[in-house]
């Protein structure tokens, strides 16, 4: 049982600084994502928890206690690599059995372990192959087996599904979860894809230039972003510019939008008067007939029929744009006039300039 | 490739013929050589005979000379790897401008010829040398070592000639193991010594053999340092070859000793290799 | 090194004996040449290290030993000569080899570079016999030759790298403009493989100036190379002046490595 927090953590190479204070906590039996773009400072979070790196300030608490001065050999985590780092001279059984090895088991152990922890991850039968002669989804499950074997106090899957085709990612991924929850162990998990973190994730953090933007469940993280960078990341998202903004209580403004005046939920703290946009996700809007249930109204610039559903983009006439999604069986076009109406219980304001 | 084959052995040909006219015809001109009766003025006879072959065989002198050159090869190649492995790891690690200076002093002594170096041996190691003065100075011996013209000092000069052949190949080895292995090694509990005997040493094989074989081939066949820093006292196959070549003109005896040498050598190899062959067959990924 | 002492902490003694260890492999390595050229310098009529003052009598007293010049003067034309010969000539090769696949590929490379991997020892023997049977016997034209067989695989294995790093697709695209063989292969492949074939022609060189064993087999009459005059001077007098022929070669060398690193960087040419 594990419970992990990184306060302030700080790392610099010669002139960059690739963490600017990033702090997380992760609750035993969690699984908590870094997510963000290449560069952003996630793999450098998940390495200096592996002690591959060693931070220039800050500290990371596990149970409570500071590991940074314990070297990664003695941490007791279990790290799968975003190639697998599978020992390309060893058997798939001998990889999977090396740690036991060195923790001087006996043989009869490692060989029961080993089986089962493969029969748990379905690679039975394999044993004796070596890593150059089993596919990319087999690998990745050598990869997890060999560190789950040890029982490891924590996790640390480093972009694990990076490698794989669509189709094996997304069983591979319930695999990791279904293992991760099974066991209870603790977890971090690196990716730069969004709905791997979502589906996944029991708590997400968006990483930006070194610094965690938000730090919340996946639900949060997509319908109430701290700023216009989470939203975006994490999914399609509309943006209006809101004005004469208007705190009506603790979280919940009026204003002004497009031409309408509304109430809506948002970033709690904005003053009135503030700069603020508000996000729109393309599923929370419906394509009505001009009327009385319109919010807006708007002119058709484009329409794309994908099959199950409809994307269109619609034009505002003060300004502003809005992409939807509506049902199949809507027949629109390019320069039809329509309504729109908002479900206004998941509209999200913004302050317009990142805290 | 959009060339023809007849442009392709074309562009092949004037390579082709340089190594074959000037390589393989004169080796195997020499294999015939070394069935020709003595001759009495000329180098060789006109007739064929087996005796060169049944006079080495036969003589106890030749099997020592023999014995003493694959012998010494070996240990050469040995200390040789020992010597440039833990340089090919250090180069392996160097990044940028440290690299590129270490490469030149690795490549410099690969560029300055043979005799120049085992020349500066015999600087190096004169009875008022500084090898003698620096070890007088430490305090390690009393009077001056007779060094030169030793074969201790015959094998540290051909181990130094042979370094930058053996750390080559082990340092691409080592560069092409991803960081990520001896990461993972370490995550699973390994201490630094444990990621080397496991992950490191096992993975650089694909280097140390060809490193190995090529450095015990050289060597075997080593003939300036021998002559240079060996003095008269003892003699090895290459000394003896050439001496029956140039000295006493005996070229079909010379081509015998040539070829029992090369033969003995192509044995020593092939066993090696059999003997390592699961190690590399195993690493090379 | 920074990287795996933190990995593994705390091993601050084995560091630093590992460090110690390397340093003294290093000097190892640079000893003798550093030898020579302070052995050279002297002041004093012995060869000796540190040396006794400092001069430049040695090179004077070297570029009057006609002897000494002679075998400089061959050494360098003889050079010159492999050089161009063997560039030429594996830049070819390298072209042909390119367009081999499979065994044969393997094939041809093995036997490109097979003076490298026969000891010199055995292709001198062999030399010996054949150029005396086809009467270029003790003559320059039979041991240029020697020298051009035994430095053709340093060119070859530095240009048929060069060439491997020019995508195919380029000469595709330029046969696809109109570009005929030749043309395709002096205004996109010449371009592109010059720093390899210059780096070949300069290993060719060095190698050619440094061969010794082949030379003293193959040695013609009345001509001598820089490395036979040196080991005949040093066999009958150990005089200063062999150090200050042995830095001019070690001189050559360096200018040979300094230009590769300069053209292609060395860490590419090894």
Redesign the interface.
Request: glycine share 10%.
């Given at each position: 049982m594990t419970t992990v927090e990184v306060k302030n953590l700080r790392k610099s190479y010669d002139d960059f600084l690739a963490l600017d204070g990033v702090s997380l906590t992760a609750e035993t039996g969690q699984l908590v994502t870094l997510l963000g773009p290449s560069g952003c400072g996630k793999s450098t979070t998940l390495r200096c928890l592996a002690g591959f790196h060693e931070p220039n300030g800050g500290d990371i608490l596990v149970d409570g206690e500071s590991i940074l001065n314990v070297p990664s050999n003695r941490r007791k985590f279990g790290v799968v690599f975003q190639n697998y780092a599978l020992f390309p001279h060893m058997t798939v059984a001998e990889n999977i059995g090396y740690g036991l090895r060195l923790q001087k088991r006996s043989k009869g152990e490692i060989e029961t372990r080993v089986f089962d922890v493969m029969k748990l991850v379905r690679l039975t039968g394999l044993e004796d192959r070596l890593p150059r002669e089993i596919s990319g989804g087999q690998q990745q499950r050598v990869a997890l087996a060999r560190a789950l074997v040890l029982k490891p106090r924590l996790l640390l899957l480093d972009e694990p599904l990076a490698n794989l085709d669509a189709r094996l990612r997304d069983e591979v991924r319930w695999l990791i979860r279904d293992l991760q929850q099974q066991s209870g162990i603790t977890a971090f998990y690196v990716t730069h894809d969004q709905s791997e973190a979502m589906a996944m994730s029991d708590m997400v953090a968006v990483m930006k230039a070194g610094r965690v933007a938000q730090f919340a469940t996946p639900r949060e993280i997509y319908q109430k972003p701290s700023e216009r960078y989470v939203a975006d990341f994490t999914g399609e998202a509309n943006f209006l510019t809101a004005q004469r903004v208007q705190p009506v209580a603790e979280g919940r403004y009026s204003v002004h939008v497009a031409g309408a005046d509304i109430e809506v939920e948002g970033v709690p703290g904005l003053l009135k008067n503030a700069a603020a946009e508000l996000l729109l996700r393309p599923e929370s809007l419906t394509l009505v007939t001009t009327g009385d249930t319109a919010t807006f109204e708007g002119e058709v610039i484009k329409c794309a029929f994908l099959g199950a559903s409809l994307h269109c983009e619609i034009a505002l006439p003060e300004g502003g744009r809005l992409k939807l999604t509506a049902p199949p069986n809507h027949e629109v076009g390019a320069g039809d006039r329509v309504g729109i109406a908002i479900d206004l219980s998941h509209a999200w304001l913004m302050p317009e300039v990142a805290p | 490739m959009i060339r023809s084959k007849k442009l392709t052995w074309a562009l092949a040909l004037p390579a082709l013929a340089l190594i074959f006219v000037f390589m393989i015809l004169p080796i195997t001109n020499m294999v015939e050589m070394s069935f020709r009766t003595p001759g009495s003025s000329e180098p060789f006879g006109e007739d064929y005979t087996w005796m060169h072959y049944t006079r080495i065989l036969g003589d106890g002198y030749y099997w020592g000379v023999l014995r003493r050159s694959l012998y010494t090869a070996g240990i050469v190649t040995l200390l040789c790897l020992v010597v440039s492995y833990p340089i090919a790891w250090h180069l392996s690690r160097a990044k940028g401008f440290k690299a590129v200076f270490l490469y030149a002093c690795i490549a410099s002594p690969l560029m300055t010829g043979v005799l120049v170096r085992n020349f500066g041996w015999m600087i190096v190691a004169a009875l008022n040398g500084p090898l003698n003065e620096s070890l007088i100075a430490l305090g390690i011996i009393e009077r001056p070592l007779r060094l030169l013209f030793t074969q201790s000092l015959v094998i540290l000069a051909l181990v130094h000639v042979f370094v930058p052949f053996m750390v080559l190949p082990i340092n691409n080895a080592l560069r092409n193991i991803p960081q990520s292995l001896t990461e993972a090694s370490a995550s699973m509990g390994a201490s630094r010594y444990q990621v080397f005997r496991d992950i490191i040493l096992p993975l650089s094989f694909p280097g140390i053999q060809p490193g190995v074989i090529l450095v015990y081939v050289l060597a075997v066949a080593a003939y300036v340092t021998p002559a240079l820093l060996g003095g008269q006292m003892v003699s090895y196959m290459p000394t003896l070859i050439i001496g029956e070549l140039t000295g006493t003109f005996q070229w079909p005896f010379g081509s015998a000793l040539a070829i029992v040498l090369s033969f003995s050598t192509v044995l020593v190899v092939v066993l090696f290799t059999r003997l390592t062959w699961k190690l590399n067959e195993r690493a090379r990924a | 090194?920074s990287?795996?002492a933190?990995?593994?902490?705390?091993?601050r003694s084995?560091n630093l004996g590992?460090a110690v260890?390397?340093i003294a492999?290093?000097i190892?390595?640079?000893?003798?040449?550093v030898?020579?050229v302070g052995?050279s310098l002297t002041d004093g009529l012995m060869?000796?290290?540190?040396p006794r003052g400092l001069s430049l009598r040695w090179y004077q007293e070297f570029f009057a030993r006609q002897d000494l010049v002679d075998g400089l003067l061959m050494s360098l034309r003889i050079g010159a000569i492999t050089a161009v010969v063997t560039s030429t000539?594996?830049m070819?090769?390298a072209?042909?080899?390119?367009?081999?696949s499979g065994r044969l590929s393997g094939l041809?490379q093995l036997?490109?570079t097979?003076?490298l991997?026969?000891?010199?020892?055995?292709?001198a023997?062999?030399?010996?016999?054949?150029l005396?049977?086809i009467e270029l016997g003790k003559t320059v034209t039979g041991l240029q030759?020697?020298h051009?067989?035994m430095s053709?695989p340093y060119a070859?294995v530095s240009i048929s790298a060069a060439l491997r790093q020019v995508p195919?697709s380029l000469?595709?695209a330029s046969?696809s403009l109109g570009a005929t063989?030749w043309q395709t292969f002096r205004l996109v492949i010449l371009p592109l493989v010059m720093p390899g074939l210059a780096m070949g022609a300069i290993f060719a060189f060095?190698n050619s100036?440094?061969?010794?064993?082949i030379s003293?087999?193959l040695k013609p009459l009345g001509g001598n190379t820089l490395?036979l005059a040196?080991?005949d001077f040093?066999t009958y007098e150990f005089k200063p002046t062999?150090?200050a022929a042995?830095t001019i070669?070690?001189l050559l060398?360096?200018g040979?490595?300094a230009l590769v690193?300069k053209l292609v960087?060395?860490?590419r040419?090894?």
């Open positions: - | - | 090194m990287m795996a933190q990995t593994f902490g705390g091993q084995v590992f260890l390397i492999l290093y190892f390595l640079l000893v003798p040449v030898t020579i052995a060869i000796e290290f540190p000539v594996a070819m090769a072209l042909a080899g390119q367009g081999l041809f036997g490109m097979l003076p991997l026969v000891p010199e020892l055995l292709t023997v062999g030399l010996l016999f054949f005396y049977k030759f020697g051009i067989l053709f070859y195919p000469e595709e046969a063989g060095i100036f440094d061969l010794y064993t003293l087999l490395p040196l080991f040093l062999a150090a042995a070669s070690i060398s360096i040979g490595v690193q960087g060395l860490q040419a090894f």
